[in-house]
């Protein structure tokens, strides 16, 4: 996966939803340093795919993400997806909830899953030179 072409769709994004990016920062780490981040700053003792970090103000987005390929690649198996579309997934997750959705009801997660689909389209299609 090309990143400028990742960038460059999750600006897009993020523009569309009518917010800004100022700064978002996504870091790949082992799954044993986002369990142990788990732990530590929401006190879940379960592994997990994304932990975001929001400084966001307004509508100018500002996050750290930290990101577990491990987690997304248990994922794609769990799901019979794609291993490409689970980190798409993953990648909009994290500034979705900076815009404020939530997915802790099953009505937020459905609704959260659209968005999320809905990026996973725009990336395929705005870079599909076929479509």
């Given at each position: 996966m090309e990143s400028t072409r990742l960038i460059a769709t999750l600006h897009d994004f993020i523009l569309e939803k009518g917010f800004q990016h100022k700064r978002l920062q996504f870091n790949f780490v082992s799954k044993e340093t986002l369990l142990e981040m788990n732990q530590t700053y929401l006190n879940h003792d379960t592994h997990t795919d994304?932990?975001?970090f929001d400084y966001s103000t307004g509508?100018?987005?500002e996050a750290e993400f930290?990101?577990?390929l491990w987690a997304i690649q248990e994922s794609a198996k769990e799901t019979g997806e794609s291993v490409e579309n689970e980190l798409?997934?993953?990648i909009s997750h994290g500034p979705l909830h900076c815009m404020g959705w939530e997915d802790k009801t099953k009505k937020e997660?459905?609704?959260m899953r659209?968005?999320?689909n809905a990026f996973i389209n725009m990336f395929h299609v705005k870079h599909?030179?076929?479509v």
């Open positions: 994304i932990i975001t509508n100018r987005l930290y990101i577990s798409l997934r993953v997660k459905d609704k659209l968005e999320e599909n030179p076929h």
